[in-house]
């Protein structure tokens, strides 16, 4: 088989296996699906902004080890298989509980949904360094960012039928046991993402065949780049910033309840978050290879003030939505979907680029470990919103963006 025609192969199966993934994680979204089946089970702010604390805090942390451990073997996919699987089964599991125990009582419910979401959340993490490593040495630079809309468009395509089924199933279906079938299918679309990725098998290793450094030398050469490299340290100041942006995701959910959004429409603002993401893919991957990561990273930065902008002017008075409070919400999750997927594809693909071919293992570990504290912010934002209103979130949110553009017009593009 020609080169061409087996970077062609793996395009498809990287694109394919991810399409897969993204409409399985939309049926368990965070700001949405999630946030709503944690806040009717327990009415506690503080536990909604875990939803997406755990998920990013899990997501990122476990990559500091994992990083170490692919570095030093040279081979990655064996952590991809673990991270996949087993998140994938976490989900089996809470769909499980939720349909079989539909009965118990919503503390029990509670502590399941939690600790299989801690656990979905730190599992997922084992996945990030392999993937990244992986489509890295299956796909040219040039395509990457293609790549990405390519799997968030066939994705976002196949969520809206998720969404569909959600909306119908929330609507027929008795609480909790709806958002337990919802949740079903996310596990069935993850466990064909896994199939489908770990099918590929995994392209040569350029890792440096060099002598294996300790846990500590590991650690001590992330100091290093984190000193050294402009690039990177500016990427990961900007990226707490990030964080500290993304602490409000959860309460719009919170806030449009608060204002009288009927929660069993909550399907339709997974809807709205969907197609904004659907939409702009086509526009994300062509800027991000044609104008480049950082200039994809400060137009998205410089999007993600609108959203809290807009809650914020509503708070004080300055704009009234009273009477469309329906189409209020649908706007602001169109947007924040569009400008999410925009980051996820320009973060990803700057990070590839910023990382040396035989250190890229390495450089994922180093980058989520550091960045991890900070998309812990949710969680405090939880505990401002139980003592001084939801409307702090979005206003912190809101400056945290504008800081995070500042920071990334101070990166290069080479």
Do not use: H
């Not at 998140?87 to 499980?96: K, L, V």
């Not at 505990?383 to 963006?401: D, H, L, N, T």
């Amino acid at each position: 088989m020609s080169d061409q025609s087996e970077d062609k192969k793996r395009f498809t199966s990287v694109a394919a296996a991810g399409i897969s993934f993204q409409a399985g994680s939309a049926a368990i979204d965070s700001a949405t699906i999630m946030s709503a089946l944690v806040f009717q089970l327990t009415g506690s702010s503080i536990l909604v902004g875990a939803v997406t604390a755990i998920l990013r805090f899990g997501w990122l942390f476990p990559q500091l080890i994992v990083g170490f451990l692919a570095q030093r073997s040279g081979s990655t996919m064996k952590y991809y298989v673990i991270g996949a699987f087993g998140r994938a089964t976490c989900m089996a599991i809470m769909a499980a509980i939720l349909i079989i125990g539909a009965n118990w009582s919503p503390l029990v419910l509670s502590i399941f949904v939690m600790a299989l979401w801690v656990a979905y959340a730190f599992i997922s993490g084992i996945v990030a360094v392999p993937y990244n490593d992986i489509v890295a040495r299956s796909v040219p630079s040039t395509l990457r960012s293609r790549l990405l809309a390519t799997r968030f468009f066939g994705g976002g395509v196949l969520a809206l039928g998720v969404v569909a089924i959600a909306n119908w199933l929330i609507g027929d279906l008795p609480f909790p046991m709806s958002y337990g079938v919802i949740i079903a299918i996310a596990s069935v679309l993850m466990f064909i993402s896994s199939f489908v990725f770990t099918a590929m098998g995994e392209p040569e290793s350029v890792t440096a065949k060099t002598a294996k450094p300790s846990f500590f030398q590991y650690l001590k050469d992330g100091v290093g780049v984190f000193k050294t490299d402009d690039r990177f340290r500016l990427f990961v100041f900007a990226q707490w910033c990030g964080g500290a942006v993304l602490m409000a995701m959860p309460f719009y959910v919170v806030y449009a309840a608060n204002a009288g959004f009927n929660l069993e429409r909550i399907a339709l603002l997974l809807g709205a978050q969907t197609t904004g993401a659907l939409i702009s893919n086509p526009l994300w991957g062509w800027w991000g290879d044609k104008l480049g990561k950082v200039s994809l990273l400060k137009a998205i930065a410089f999007g993600r003030i609108l959203p809290p902008l807009v809650i914020v002017l509503t708070a004080l008075g300055l704009f009234s939505f009273s009477s469309d409070l329906f189409y209020l919400f649908i706007g602001l999750f169109f947007i924040s979907g569009a400008l999410a997927n925009g980051l996820t594809i320009a973060v990803i693909g700057f990070l590839m680029e910023i990382s040396p071919n035989d250190k890229r293992p390495a450089y994922s570990g180093y980058f989520n470990a550091i960045t991890a504290p900070a998309f812990l912010f949710p969680l405090l934002a939880g505990i401002v919103a139980q003592f001084f209103g939801v409307e702090v979130i979005f206003a912190i949110s809101m400056v945290a963006a504008f800081v995070q553009f500042l920071l990334l017009t101070k990166i290069t593009a080479s």
